[in-house]
């Protein structure tokens, strides 16, 4: 049967109902022939099958993608809908071909036997530990719904901080970048056209004039090596970041370090730390197992070392109070709350509650960071393209007091 299974093709079908309506869907079966009868069984007369192209489900399965997946999910059987139909309805009703293509492998896998959480770690890519983890403990314990309800309600909460943090990154670099952009094309389209007006003014023009034309100058000349220069450094530069696990730590180490974004990563990374053991933990997963997944999610070298030497502690029987304790990246407030956790027999409760003060940290440092990158932006910018502005025009205003 599994045999069978794995032979499976997507088909794309046309057709019409008993009310004549012309109907499309898809299906994945073993051959047309399997497609016609399943068909004819729910009163479709066929009139068009054929297999969907391979490159119909080219597309990127994004981390919203699953997030929004494990949502729906989570509410249908919360819902009393089947497992099966559920992965069904999401599947054919996702916009993302690529999307639907996996869950219906996912809904193949299970309808020949294998567990859910064994049919999403075939696909590491998009299912983690901690995923499967829990969707196992779930099946398990016979609370797969409210497993999925849990974990749909993490994979939130931590898609939202990666967007608050992305967005306060991008937006002062995506500005930068425009301004470079802008001040190369006015070095190579404006300045020249300048210069050669100042060629008959018969006068010394002035140093600041001189220097932008020296720099317009090096810029027409080399404006290939230039652009060539920065594109193969910042492509390099991420290249050997996401290969190099010493680019990894030094790098982390240093944005953890870097004013004003730094303190924003810290505690987004202390967030995401919590909100991650404190659902492995509510879930009934033993705490140096859970470690595991924590420190994949921490998304930070320097964080992932510490929950890593964390683990190795409590393993040897330390208490997690200590071991974080011991690893010197927490705050005093998140060892006061593991500590009180620990003694009170509610560490699940307590890391929640961690996560949440520093996801409402993470809010208002990135509102404060866009309040104030604002006046800083549109002072760089003015200053930028203001002073090349009036390092042209110094020769213009000269000759007007010369006439004058």
Not at 90 to 107: C, E, M, Q, R, T
């Amino acid at each position: 049967m599994a045999v069978t299974a794995s032979k499976q093709i997507t088909y794309l079908w046309e057709g019409k109902d008993k009310k004549g309506k012309v109907i499309k869907g898809e299906i994945r079966a073993a051959g047309e022939a399997v497609v016609n009868a399943t068909l004819r069984r729910q009163g479709i007369t066929v009139t068009k099958v054929k297999k969907q192209s391979a490159f119909a489900n080219k597309g990127k399965i994004t981390d919203k993608d699953i997030t929004l997946f494990t949502r729906q999910l989570a509410t249908m059987m919360k819902a009393g809908v089947p497992l099966l139909q559920a992965f069904d309805i999401v599947g054919k009703g996702h916009s993302n071909p690529a999307v639907s293509k996996l869950l219906g492998d996912i809904k193949a896998d299970v309808e020949t036997g294998s567990s859910l959480s064994a049919a999403f770690r075939k696909y590491p890519l998009y299912f983690d530990n901690l995923f499967c983890n829990l969707v196992g403990a779930g099946e398990q314990a016979g609370i797969l719904d409210t497993l999925l309800d849990r974990l749909a309600t993490y994979k939130e909460k931590i898609q939202a901080i990666k967007s608050k943090i992305k967005s306060a990154l991008t937006y002062p670099i995506s500005i930068l970048a425009v301004a470079f952009i802008i001040t190369a094309i006015i070095m190579i389209f404006v300045i020249p056209a300048f210069k050669s007006l100042f060629s008959g003014f018969g006068a010394d023009l002035p140093g600041p004039t001189l220097v932008v034309m020296a720099i317009s100058d090096i810029f027409v000349e080399w404006w290939w090596a230039i652009f060539g220069s920065i594109g193969f450094g910042i492509w390099f530069f991420f290249y050997t970041w996401k290969r190099s696990e010493k680019m990894q730590g030094t790098m982390d180490r240093l944005l953890l370090k870097a004013p004003i974004f730094g303190d924003l990563i810290r505690k987004a990374t202390i967030a995401r730390f919590a909100r991650t053991l404190s659902t492995m933990f509510a879930a009934g997963v033993p705490l140096v197992e859970a470690l595991d997944s924590v420190s994949g999610a921490a998304g930070n070298k320097v964080y992932f070392d510490a929950t890593k030497k964390i683990q190795s502690e409590i393993s040897t029987g330390t208490s997690l109070t200590v071991a974080m304790q011991n690893a010197q990246v927490f705050p005093n407030m998140v060892l006061q709350m593991t500590a009180i956790g620990e003694e009170s027999g509610a560490l699940d409760s307590m890391l929640s509650k961690v996560a949440d003060f520093y996801e409402g940290e993470v809010d208002d440092a990135v509102a404060s960071i866009s309040s104030l990158m604002e006046p800083v932006i549109m002072v760089v910018l003015g200053t930028l393209i203001g002073g090349l502005v009036i390092a042209m025009y110094m020769p213009i205003f000269k000759m007007g007091e010369v006439v004058g």
